[in-house]
């Protein structure tokens, strides 16, 4: 599995049937709600991912699984709850 982080402003740019994630409702986002990612299980970058790194923006990636779990579990995507 392969993972990229777009901006959620770049949401339009994926082209939901080449990747993992069904529609703009299911992707997950940061915690400001200003980043989410895309994954796919190709060896091959899917043409809307190519698309996304070749245009002008900015994204993060791709990463592999292993490095995006790490991200992933960073205060910027996990909530912390005070339960005080």
């Known amino acids: 599995m392969k993972y990229l982080i777009i901006p959620a ?3 339009p740019e994926v082209e939901f049937a080449q ?3 069904d529609g703009p409702a299911y992707l997950r986002y940061n915690n400001d709600n200003t ?3 895309i994954k796919w ?6 043409d809307c991912v ?3 790194i070749a245009g002008v923006g900015t994204y993060w990636g791709p990463y592999n699984k ?6 992933l579990g960073s205060e910027e995507w996990v909530i912390v709850i005070d339960r005080e």
């Open 41 to 46: 299980n190709t060896e091959e970058n899917p």
């Open 35 to 37: 980043k989410t990612f």
């Open 50 to 52: 190519n698309d996304i």
């Open 9 to 11: 402003s770049r949401v």
């Open 66 to 71: 292993e490095d995006f779990m790490s991200i």
């Open 19 to 21: 990747v993992r994630e």
